[in-house]
Structures are given as structure tokens and as C-alpha cells.
């Protein structure tokens, strides 16, 4: 019963806006970093984006650093990550997944995953 659900994809035209979400059931988001990862097809599934349990810590990869933004709401028990002035790459399978100290695009210490939500940019 303790899961992350993902939600908020679809496919999105070239430059376009999403904002997925990470929602937590069954525990309390609070104490938990937040890491976003996504898997392309035929890609190996990389880092996006994380989060430090208070918000007060974020990282991004090189190649969304300033289209993407990362942010939480404790108090919904909810991360989310914005996606703007998306790109035909950018499309994946998007994971999001939570540990107990802030690592940012790697697998070890990550606690739990949800099952993913797909993002298709295609015009």
C-alpha cells in the first residue's frame, strides 16, 4: 500500500506544456527526496530531476535545466514536475521515485517507484 502513482501524461505538440505529478499513498511524502527519472525508448533510463524533502534543494539535468521545473506541496503529499518548451527527445516513460536522503539521478537509496506516465512531443 505504499506507492507513488504518477499522473499527468500525454502527448503535447512541440513546445508545449505538461505537469506531471507524483502523488504518495500510504506514507507521508515529508521526509522523502524526490527524483524523477525517464526512459526513452530504446534509451537507458536516466535522472531528470530531484528534489530535497523540504524543497529547499533541486537539481536538473543539462538537458531540461531551465524548461523544467521541480517542486513539491507536502501538504497534498505531491511533487510535480513542470515541463515547458518541450522537445520531440523529450519524449519518455516518466518515473518518479522517493528515498530517504537526497541522490539525484541514480537508482541506489531510491525506496519506492511508481509506475511510470508516458509524455509523447510530437507534432
Known amino acids: 500500500q505504499l506507492q507513488l502513482v504518477e499522473s499527468g501524461g500525454g502527448l503535447v505538440q512541440p513546445g508545449g506544456s505538461l505537469r506531471l505529478s507524483c502523488a504518495a499513498s500510504g506514507f507521508t511524502l515529508d521526509y522523502y527526496a524526490i527524483n524523477w527519472f525517464r526512459q526513452a525508448p530504446g534509451k537507458e533510463r536516466e535522472g531528470v530531476s530531484c528534489i530535497s524533502s523540504s524543497g529547499g534543494n533541486t537539481n536538473y539535468a543539462r538537458s531540461v535545466k531551465g524548461r523544467f521545473t521541480i517542486s513539491r506541496d507536502n501538504a497534498k503529499n505531491t511533487v510535480y514536475l513542470q515541463m515547458n518548451s518541450l522537445k520531440p527527445e523529450d519524449t519518455a516513460v516518466y518515473y518518479c521515485?522517493?528515498?530517504?536522503?537526497?541522490?539525484?539521478?541514480?537508482?541506489?537509496?531510491?525506496?519506492?517507484w511508481g509506475k511510470g506516465t508516458l509524455v509523447t512531443v510530437s507534432s
Open positions: 521515485a522517493a528515498s530517504r536522503y537526497l541522490v539525484c539521478g541514480a537508482y541506489i537509496g531510491m525506496e519506492y
